[in-house]
Nanobody, 122 residues
């Protein structure tokens, strides 16, 4: 099977920075798109940033210019560098990846991590 494990969340003051990491492991054949999503209390989960297998990126308007998504293909890891954090960035952040496995090398499925809490508060 496949596991996605996030790390790097925590409490930070407004204007501060955090770097989230998400490592994929297991019986991976290929990884396609990787992305970060977030869900604040009482709100729907939303896409924050995504990166394609080829390296193209896209961002939610609310984080453009402040967040940067990147990936290390050799480590099957995606990162989210978050700068100039605001209280409204407070949420549980989830990573997701579109992956084919050794058992299903042709059909890709979306896998999700367990989430990591980011709290922006003074």
């Amino acid at each position: 099977q496949v596991q996605l494990v996030e790390s790097g969340g925590g409490l930070v003051q407004p204007g501060g920075s955090l770097r989230l990491s998400c490592a994929a492991s297991g019986s991976i054949f290929s990884i396609y798109d990787m992305s970060w999503h977030r869900q604040a209390p009482g709100k729907q989960r939303e896409l924050v940033a995504a990166v394609t297998r080829g390296g193209s990126t896209n961002y939610a308007n609310s984080v453009k210019g402040r967040f940067t998504i990147s990936k290390d293909n050799t480590k099957n890891t995606v990162y989210l560098q978050m700068n100039s954090l605001k209280p409204e960035d407070t949420a549980v952040y989830y990573c997701s990846a579109n992956i084919t496995t050794i058992r299903t090398p042709i059909v890709a499925y979306d896998y999700w991590g367990q989430g990591t809490q980011v709290t922006v508060s003074s």
